[in-house]
């Protein structure tokens, strides 16, 4: 997806899940993950999630919300999509957890 996108690394830095992974690339730093969420009336280009009770909130709304995990290195940029799922594969059903 987005390579070394500039608003990915600052992500990294401001809301980024820090991991115990060290960079692959520069070994000088851990990555954390980002995650941004792609659906209707979001930016084309993704919403940046910076907190849990950000991304439930928008699992609560309608429509079909897909969820991005990147890895981010904040020293090199090194980026990876470390995975993606649905947000809200069950609309109605597991929403008051
Ligand atoms: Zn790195």
Redesign the pocket.
């Known amino acids: 997806m987005c390579d070394a996108h500039p608003e990915l690394v600052r992500a990294a830095g401001r809301v980024g899940d820090a991991t115990a992974i060290t960079?692959p690339?520069?070994e000088?730093?851990k990555v954390v993950l980002v995650s941004y969420v792609f659906g209707p009336r979001l930016p084309a280009f993704g919403r940046c999630i910076t907190s849990r009770r950000e991304l439930q909130a928008i699992a609560r709304r309608p429509g079909s919300f897909s969820c991005y995990v990147v890895e981010v290195?904040p020293?090199?940029a090194?980026n990876h999509l470390a995975r993606t799922f649905l947000l809200n594969p069950a609309r109605g059903r597991a929403a008051a957890r």
Do not use: E
């Open positions: 960079c690339v520069c000088a730093d290195c020293s090199c090194w």
